[in-house]
Each structure stands twice: as structure tokens, then as C-alpha cells.
């Protein structure tokens, strides 16, 4: 469906995209990661033609778009940051206007707005001025522009900034449904709306392409210490006394519970290590019984600031 390989975009001495590479699958969502000033809107417009790279090559459907690229911007629909919406027309009119510049027929012009409308829900608003919607409206009215022609692709630059929960609620829901028919490329920096919605997760640092996987396998891959919550029932210097002679426990920290005669402790355990059930068989030795025992594994913020860490730290440094 898209493939980018060598992406690069320099501005001066300034790389804002390095080297960059990879591949969109048919019928998915991704979510398109990275802290402010890594690459991704640069990517996102490189990717829509909007500028040119300074090298490397992007193929939609197998079309160079430097080189092919009125047939790859047909396979495309893109909705930036700020929606490109004209306030002194009202939606229908400009969906008519966006569909002229397409190249859309007459014959199936009005056909397809009427169900685009209807997808994005801005039926009911199609005749009112674009100035006087809500913004969550005129995000509506932005994305519908994209799915003008039915582009194989959809490209979504931070699709939900600055709307409120409700309307944030209901832009994810219409993004979710776009997955049936569309690809789906998603840049965010709400990364629980990307968890819930996308399928795929590209995260990029300093303009590199630092990992891509599925949001759960992410959270597996770096999950390399076990934690474990417990709370125990029992003396506290022979529970202590169990814990240091478990060679796999790197650290714990004992306190007293809100339970009578029991104490809630936050263990770790080294790489790739599940001590669950020895921790279990050793207490029912004592007739110690475990009250508690959860696991915590690591979200996908925790994976986000883990790989992008450095660059922070690098920042930091530079502003200092």
C-alpha cells in the first residue's frame, strides 16, 4: 500500500527526517508517534506530496509521488492539523468545491457527498455557515473532505487537538469505522487514543524510525522486569526472610496494610522472569496466605518515554 524507503528532509543543517523507512499494510490503522519535533508532520507531508524530500522515495499503490504523482495523490486523503475549510461556505457547498477539484463527475458527485455527509455525521449542519459550527463539526467537516473519491488512504495530523472529551469520544469512533473501508495513518499525542484505536504503532525519535509493532507487543517486548503488588498475611521478618532468599527478586519494599496482621509489598523480579508461582508454593509452605498478587506491565506512555528518552534528555542538555 505505501512504501517509504530512504526518506530524508533537510532543512539547511537541520535533519528533520533521517533515513526513514517502512511499510503501510492494507486495511489498518496506525498510530504515527514522537515527540514534539521528531519528523512526523514533515513525514506526513512528504508522504502527501505537499514538499519534496531532500532523498529518498514514498510509493502509494506503487506510484512514486515525485514522480507519478497525480495518480498517488488519488489514492490519498489528508486532513492537517488546521482543516484547509473555507468558513464563508457552508459544508455541502464546499464538499461540492472539493470534489470539483478532484475531478470528481457530476454523475457521481452528489451520490457520494450525500454518503460522505452521512459517514461523518454533518448531515444535519450541511446547510449552516462552517464559521458558525463547533469546532468538533468543523474536524467533521475536514475529515470529510479527505474521504472525498474514497482515497485508499487517509492521513489524520493530529485529528483531535483541541476538542473536548465528548467530541474527542466521537471523532475516535468515526476514525475506528474508517478502518472497515480506508487505511488508516494516525498522528497523536493522546497515546490512550492510539492504544484504543490503531491496530499498528510507528514511533519516531530525532527523525528515526525507533519502533514499530502492535501497541500490546510493544508493551511485551520492553516489559523486561516483572513487577508484582502483593499483600501477604503473616510475621513480617519470616516474609522478608522468604523474599531475600528468592534469588530472582532484584528488589522489594515491605509496608504495613490497610489489612489486620498483613503487609502490602512492591517486588521486582529480573529479565523474562515470572516468579508467581514460586512465590505462591514458598507462602503455602509458612500457611501464608497471599490476600493480593497483580502484576503491573507497562502502558504504552511507559514504551513512548522509554524510546524517546534520550532525545529528551538530549534537549535538555542542549537548552541548559
Not at 500500500?1 to 489498518?28: C, P, W
Not at 487514543?193 to 520492553?222: Q, Y
Request: charged share 30%; glycine share 8%.
Amino acid at each position: 500500500m505505501i512504501e517509504i524507503h530512504n526518506l530524508t528532509k533537510k532543512y539547511g543543517s537541520h535533519i528533520a527526517v533521517d533515513h526513514l523507512s517502512f511499510q503501510v499494510e492494507r486495511g489498518k490503522i496506525y498510530g504515527f508517534l514522537g515527540p514534539n519535533g521528531a519528523g512526523k508532520t514533515t513525514t506526513m507531508n512528504m508522504i502527501t506530496g505537499y514538499i519534496g524530500a531532500t532523498e529518498g522515495e514514498v510509493r502509494i499503490n506503487g506510484y512514486d509521488i515525485l514522480e507519478s504523482p497525480e495518480q498517488a495523490k488519488k489514492c490519498i486523503g489528508y486532513l492537517p492539523e488546521i482543516p484547509p475549510l473555507y468558513m464563508d461556505m457552508t459544508p455541502n457547498e464546499y464538499l461540492k468545491f472539493v470534489a470539483e477539484l478532484k475531478g470528481i463527475g457530476r454523475d457521481e458527485r452528489e451520490a457520494m457527498i450525500r454518503d460522505i455527509m452521512e459517514t461523518t455525521k454533518i448531515t444535519d449542519v450541511q446547510h449552516r455557515l462552517i464559521k458558525n459550527l463547533s469546532k468538533g463539526y468543523r474536524q467533521r467537516v475536514g475529515l470529510a473532505q479527505a474521504l472525498i473519491g474514497y482515497p485508499e488512504v487517509i492521513i489524520l495530523d493530529e485529528p483531535t487537538v483541541g476538542l473536548d472529551p465528548k467530541q474527542i469520544i466521537e471523532i475516535r469512533d468515526l476514525i475506528k469505522s474508517l478502518g472497515d473501508r480506508h487505511t488508516v495513518i494516525l498522528s497523536s499525542h493522546i497515546l490512550s487514543e492510539v492504544s484504543a484505536v490503531c491496530d499498528h504503532v510507528l514511533i519516531i525519535s530525532k527523525g528515526k524510525l525507533v519502533a514499530s509493532d502492535r501497541p500490546e507487543n510493544l508493551s511485551a517486548h520492553l516489559a523486561e522486569k516483572m513487577q508484582l503488588s502483593l499483600t501477604i498475611m503473616g510475621e513480617e521478618r519470616l516474609i522478608r526472610e522468604t523474599l531475600r532468599l528468592m534469588p530472582e527478586i532484584r528488589k522489594y519494599e515491605i509496608h504495613h496494610s490497610v489489612e489486620d496482621g498483613a503487609w502490602d509489598i512492591e517486588l521486582t523480579a529480573g529479565e523474562q522472569t515470572d516468579i508467581r508461582k514460586k512465590l505462591f508454593s514458598e507462602f503455602a509452605k509458612l500457611e501464608y496466605p497471599i490476600l493480593k498478587m497483580q502484576s503491573s506491565g507497562k502502558s504504552l506512555e511507559d514504551v513512548f518515554l522509554e524510546l524517546t528518552q534520550d532525545e529528551q534528555a538530549a534537549d535538555g542538555k542542549e537548552e541548559a
